[in-house]
């Protein structure tokens, strides 16, 4: 249910609620007005001060990615080791593009905390920001062939990387003889070598999800986050009040917001 419906609702309940006290149309419909004018402009205050808050942090300040394979809607109070969390990495300036790859360790105290809230500034943990990524809509968004240090893979076998217990031996596995011939005879110190070389399985799945995010924004434009959040296919936590508009704005109004968007990134010819 979209806001301008529940606006419409909310005026009909306060008009019909006064008209039977009062039994007078027009105190009814001053009333309804003057009620639903006051509510629009607070929550008109306390969403310009959430977009201020946003300009002023967002590429700035600690945020953290995450890629479930769940499938389930996930909100602030959902307990992040249900979320069959598959990878996850930190951006503190977008600006920089630099982004810090999470190990398993790290990996592991997100997933032991008590919700996706306890890991935000909103519930004391060190993200400004948690932005969760689910596995098969966003492997929608890129081509079928991703490349990967020089080497073109089917999508379904880098989704299968993300998904795997040892991803950096079946990267090898794969990679290997494109890049070094036959590897068959390879030493387990040479292999060794070459694995440490990709990080560890945690920071290579990482890896992969940044990459794959990346050409995702790339494939669908700047406005791919916005129609993803809107479709339910992204979670933002906390999901403040501008967040919540976004949700509730009809399809039409996304629509169009993306193609301004669309329009201010295109060069100027």
Known sequence: MNYLVITAIAWVIIFIAVYAWKRSFAKAFFAASTLLTIAVVVLAAFTYQDVKDLQQKFLSEKKLFLLSQSGAPLDSASVPSEADILAAFSVTDISQGQ???????????????????????????????????????????????????????????????????????????????????????????????????????????????????????????PAFILESFHDGTIQVIPETISFKLVKGMPSSFIDLAISKVTERAEPQG
């Open 99 to 221: 982004a810090e790859f999470l190990n398993q360790e790290d990996l592991n105290a997100v997933k032991s905390a008590p919700s996706f809230e306890n890991l935000t500034f909103a519930g004391g943990g060190d993200y400004y920001k948690v932005l969760i990524f689910h596995l098969e809509p966003l492997f929608a968004q890129v081509p079928q062939t991703l490349s990967y240090q020089d080497i073109g893979f089917p999508k379904e076998q880098v989704k299968s990387f993300i998904t795997s217990s040892s991803p950096r031996d079946d990267f090898l596995d794969v990679a290997g003889p494109k890049l070094l011939g036959d590897i068959s005879q390879m030493s387990p110190q040479l292999r060794e070598s070459i694995l440490s070389q990709l990080g560890s399985d945690a920071e290579f799945k990482s890896q992969i999800f940044g990459l794959v995010l990346s050409l995702a924004i790339e494939n669908k434009g």
